[in-house]
């Protein structure tokens, strides 16, 4: 499901965004100063909705939060509350209004280690947010900030002390500390004049710039010492951040190296005020964890833990990392994300698993997340009413997730026990960084977890290393996606002219399937080019196309440009920036330029089995929740041509029951012609009628709904479509699989491919149904009949190999030499390790308990050979171990216990030499 468009959040009226923040339990008892000394402005929700209704009063047009997954390519999740508003900020595209106001949703882990340890930082915030886009500036912007903050709780403002209010200042901004003066007499001393780093706004890259000025609160002299924010930013908090973009920033590093280029043609303000910081002053609590929001969740993680919040500092900061997290997390999983192994579900992974390791760090080891994220449930649902509507699935995926990453525990704590124990034997003290590599990459064991429990262990573990091997792995991962997204250049900063000349692209997708267009540019690796010869790979930017860009899991379309003289294949199309399509293509014959006409067609048999696979992912969803219950709701899609995979949370496989019924509800579907249809509407009316919207997709002021059979199928979605379902064919699961705890996916054919699978089974069914010389429904029982006779015969030869086993052992035990009083036993097999472990084992028993005695048994395969070594009881006091002596044997390879160890590596060639050794090892101590 994807919007198709350009991203925007339309706005909603002021009564309705304000229903959402509904007001919530009152804070805890004030510490220190007194917060608000003329009353409450209420809990976090109603302090969320003060600051809506005080804006929309002044003509702002009040915006609902964004999901926290976004569609801009630089970020996974919303960090900041401009976000949203990025392309009006920038000038990428004109603003609905000339004002807005929100509070939005933002996730922000960069800092995650520092959650917990500080009164500041949280990785889930939500961000108070007024907007002018080219409308009023600084002095409004300053008066609005300062009433809203000092007017009385009865007059709709927050009614903080204007006393103990500090302002900063770029140390430029002599216009920004003329207003605070006049606006709200503040003196100097509590008007500070601070530099680039604290200061100055920018995004990093050429474009937008300005000076900010930031409002702090003073706590009180037991949170730290006097002399304003430049001295302490614990005891001055700051709650509110005002940028002034009134300049254009040039190229350069850092905060402060680049030229200024000149004054804005429209100056725009965007500011920032922390709810959650807000919330802590109104509600007179030490830190962010304390709020009503996410207090209640620390003491339910308190009492499951049997431990008291205030009594041990560390258990403290574990508390709040819980209290934190789970918020994080519920909010995450409320908005559509699933833990996963990469980008926005790596996250989400980490920020589950880090509760999980807290709380059992606070010494509680049963299940946790469903009885915490219920408590955060009800402190989230009075702002977020969705997080009680989707709280059955987001429950489901949390608890999967924290199935998984205990046996994860179970496992990877077995794996870094035995390097631990290699890296002690060859006399060292450092975990090589490739060791915590593969444990974090193949066994999803956290790298704090390894330096926490190789510490307990005395050893360190190279950080240094697993760094720059995850740093290579991100790279490779991000240079690949920027690729794909840019339609096959990695610097989008070459497009960005070309969207500033030209405008949009004329993108005709859902409409038809040829265009007379235009070459508008061409980029090559290097960047723009004027004409690409024959047999060269390009990317193309036309003023009108009708090829599908890839987006909503649809994949792009595939087609030719033809021109006078030349022809080019499209290999792949995308939308690198908001409103432009680039074609990456091949010429194939002559030679294609910048100004060349050229007729662009989508192949017509693609666009077919394109068109069939996403209505086909469309009817499967319908299928899914028809059958499985609303829980079963996708959380991400891919189609192309002829196949279509869907992947939904659910804990455990579908029953072969469930699979047949799924498919059957959706070729039901196809059978009875089911109508589809689009209508345009708003997000609201969308809602409101009921159509699904993936979270991570983000949709404009009118939004596409793709029905099919009305209400049956009602979803968002900017994909190509048949016209009525029977257009699909025929739809054939393929394949069900786990794709992650509490994640399953379904993979289908439809169309041509659909029916070729089915007689692919059809043949492949035939085919054994003449090799058994039975009929097709007696093949079930024929085949059983067949799989018991195997199981028969394996547990026959398994008897066998016993019995050889102890006879074999028997005369070994009885052939023993005696090395300095100590009976020793070599031996070899056919059998591999198991063989030889079984064969050690069963001699060891069989030699006389009152005598020490020692067996190693190796076995070969493929030139290289494993021993094992076994010891008795009496084995010990004669000073016999079998983990030393595998290791002496293999140069500190392997180990184990003393009774029982293993090892592996040793040269075939050298097995006989390193037996025949044993006897005077043994013999020597």
């Known amino acids: 499901m994807s919007a198709g468009g350009t991203a925007r959040w339309p706005p909603i009226p002021a009564a309705t965004a304000r229903a959402a923040w509904s007001a919530s339990g009152p804070g805890t008892a004030p510490a220190h100063w007194p917060a608000v000394p003329g009353g409450s402005a209420g809990g976090t929700a109603e302090s969320g909705g003060r600051f809506l209704d005080f804006f929309a009063e002044r003509g702002h047009a009040v915006v609902p939060s964004a999901p926290l997954p976004t569609p801009d390519p630089t970020l996974l999740f919303v960090n900041a509350g401009m976000v949203p508003f990025k392309p009006y900020l920038t000038g990428e595209a004109q603003a609905p209004w000339p004002r807005a106001t929100s509070v939005q949703k933002c996730v922000r882990t960069l800092d995650i280690e520092e959650v917990g340890r500080t009164t500041r930082h949280g990785s889930f915030f939500q961000m108070n947010g007024n907007f002018s886009f080219g409308d009023y500036f600084k002095e409004e912007a300053i ?3 300062w009433e809203l903050s000092t007017a009385p709780v009865a007059d709709g403002g927050y009614g903080l002390d204007p006393v103990r209010v500090w302002v900063t200042v770029h140390h430029t901004d002599d216009e920004a500390r003329a207003l605070w003066r006049r606006i709200s007499g503040l003196p100097d001393e509590r008007i500070v004049a601070r530099g680039d780093e604290d200061n100055f706004w920018s995004m990093g890259v050429p474009g937008p710039c300005g000076p900010c000025s930031e409002l702090y609160y003073d706590r009180g002299p037991a949170l730290g010492r006097s002399g304003g924010p430049a001295v302490d930013e ?24 680049y030229p200024i280029l000149g004054e804005l043609p429209r100056r725009n303000i965007d500011t920032g005020m922390g709810l959650e910081r807000m919330a802590t002053l109104l509600q007179g609590v030490d830190n962010l964890y304390e709020i009503d929001e996410t207090r209640p969740v620390l003491e339910r993680a308190a009492e499951l833990a049997g431990v008291r919040y205030g009594a041990d500092a560390e258990a403290d900061v574990r508390l709040r990392v819980v209290a934190d997290h789970v918020r994080t997390a519920l909010m995450l999983l409320a908005d559509g994300t699933a833990p996963g192994n990469e980008g926005r579900g790596y996250v989400l992974r980490r920020i589950l698993r880090r509760s999980v390791r807290s709380m059992r760090q606070l010494g509680y080891s049963d299940p946790a997340l469903p009885d915490l994220l219920a408590v955060a449930r009800d402190s989230m649902a009075p702002s977020y009413p969705e997080v009680a509507e ?37 006399g060292g003290s450092r975990l090589p960084g490739a060791q915590a590599f593969l444990l974090h990459d193949t066994y999803g064991f956290p790298i704090d977890l390894t330096l926490e429990m190789a510490a307990e262990q005395g050893v360190e573990v190279d950080r240094e290393g697993f760094t720059a091997l995850m740093r290579e792995q991100r790279e490779r991962a991000r240079a690949d996606a920027r690729a794909r997204k840019s339609g096959g250049t990695s610097d989008t900063s070459a497009l960005r002219p070309v969207l500033d000349e030209h405008g949009p692209t004329d993108w005709r997708a859902w409409d038809t399937v040829t265009t007379d267009s235009r070459v508008l540019a061409l980029l090559g690796p290097a960047g723009p080019v004027p004409v690409v010869r024959e047999g060269g790979i390009a990317t193309v930017v036309l003023d009108r196309t009708p090829f599908y860009a890839e987006s909503g899991g649809q994949e792009s379309d595939a087609g030719r440009l033809t021109g006078t003289s030349v022809e080019a294949d499209v290999l792949d199309v995308q939308r690198p920036l908001p409103g432009l399509v680039a074609h990456q293509v091949r010429v194939t014959s002559g030679d294609l330029a910048v100004g060349d006409e050229v ?3 989508v192949d017509p048999e693609w666009r077919l089995g394109a068109r069939q696979a996403h209505s086909g992912t469309h009817v499967l969803h319908a299928a899914l929740r028809q059958i499985l219950g609303p829980n079963a709701l996708q959380s991400g899609s891919y189609n192309r041509p002829g196949h279509l995979r869907l992947d939904f949370p659910w804990r455990g496989a579908l029953s072969a029951t469930a699979r047949s019924e799924i498919e059957e509800a959706a070729n039901q579907a196809l059978r009875r012609d089911l109508p589809v249809g689009v209508r345009w509407m708003t997000l609201p009316e969308a809602r409101e009628l009921g159509a699904l919207a993936l979270f991570d997709e983000t949709y404009g002021e009118k939004v596409r709904v793709v029905e099919i059979g009305g209400a049956w199928s009602r979803e968002l979605c900017g994909g190509t479509h048949v016209e009525h379902a029977a257009q699909i064919g025929v739809l054939a699961l393929t394949a069900e699989s786990s794709v992650g705890a509490g994640m399953r996916r379904l993979e289908a054919a439809v169309g041509v491919e659909g029916f070729g699978h089915l007689a692919r089974e059809r043949d492949l069914v035939t085919r054994i149904a003449e090799q058994l010389q039975a009929p097709h429904a007696e093949l079930p029982d024929r085949i059983g009949a067949l799989l018991d006779r195997l199981r028969e015969t394996d547990r026959e030869n398994q008897r066998l190999r016993q019995q050889a086993t102890r006879a074999w052992a028997a005369v070994l035990a009885a052939e023993a030499q005696d090395a300095a009083g100590v009976r020793v036993v070599t031996a070899t097999t056919d059998d591999g390790a198991d063989g030889a472990r079984a064969l050690a084992v069963a001699v060891r028993d069989l030699l006389p308990a009152d005598r020490p005695g020692v067996v190693v048994v190796g076995a070969a395969s493929e030139g290289r050979a494993v021993l094992v070594a076994a010891v008795n009881s009496a084995g010990p006091a004669a000073a016999q171990d079998a983990s030393a002596l595998v290791k002496r044997l293999l140069n500190g390879r392997g180990g184990g216990s003393p009774a029982l160890a293993q090892g592996g590596g040793l040269p075939a060639a050298q097995l006989q030499e390193t037996l025949r050794s044993v006897p005077g090892i043994v013999a020597g101590g």
């Open 234 to 257: 614990d005891r001055y908090m700051e709650f509110w951040n005002l940028v002034f973009m009134q300049y254009e920033r040039g190229e350069g590093p850092g905060k402060s190296g």
């Open 390 to 426: 989707s709280y059955g699935r987001v429950v489901d995926q949390a608890a999967g997730e924290e199935d998984a990453f205990r046996a994860t525990l179970r496992q990877g704590t077995t794996v870094l026990d035995t390097a631990v124990a290699g890296v002690k034997a060859d």
């Open 143 to 145: 008066a609005f900030a």
């Open 599 to 601: 007729h662009a067609a």
